[in-house]
Nanobody
Framework: VQLAESGGGLVQPGGSLRLSCVAS????????MTWVRQAPGKGLEWVSS????????MYADSVKGRFTISRDNAKNTLYLQMNSLKPEDTAVYYC?????????????????WGQGTQVTVSS
């Protein structure tokens, strides 16, 4: 089972990016698919989660109204549309999958996780 993120990069404040996470080896049916991020020198921050079976989604207050999580089950791909980006959004973004929990203290506590993609918001 693998999760592979892509779509990160350098963007100016106020700009947009769309992250993708392709899952292979499992359909992740009845899983919580989650985006977390980690800024330099800081701990893991939960960003957003979506339940694969019914599409229920949740967001951290820091990104609510700016980020949108979605999933294409046919492509087995998770997305994070990020708009109105701010410098404080700069971090490595990871996708993770877990049967029961959306917030873990560390990345490796999730059932599955990817290698991350760097997002840098700077002028």
């Amino acid at each position: 089972v693998q999760l592979a993120e892509s779509g990160g990069g350098l963007v100016q404040p106020g700009g947009s990016l769309r992250l993708s996470c392709v899952a292979s080896g499992s359909t992740f049916s009845r899983f919580w698919m989650t985006w977390v991020r980690q800024a330099p020198g800081k701990g893991l921050e939960w960003v957003s989660s979506i339940y694969t079976s019914d599409g229920s989604s949740m967001y951290a207050d820091s990104v609510k109204g700016r980020f949108t999580i979605s999933r294409d089950n046919a492509k087995n791909t998770l997305y994070l549309q990020m708009n109105s980006l701010k410098p404080e959004d700069t971090a490595v973004y990871y996708c993770a999958a877990d049967r029961f929990v959306i917030r873990r203290s560390t990345l490796t506590q999730y059932d599955y996780w990817g290698q991350g993609t760097q997002v840098t918001v700077s002028s």
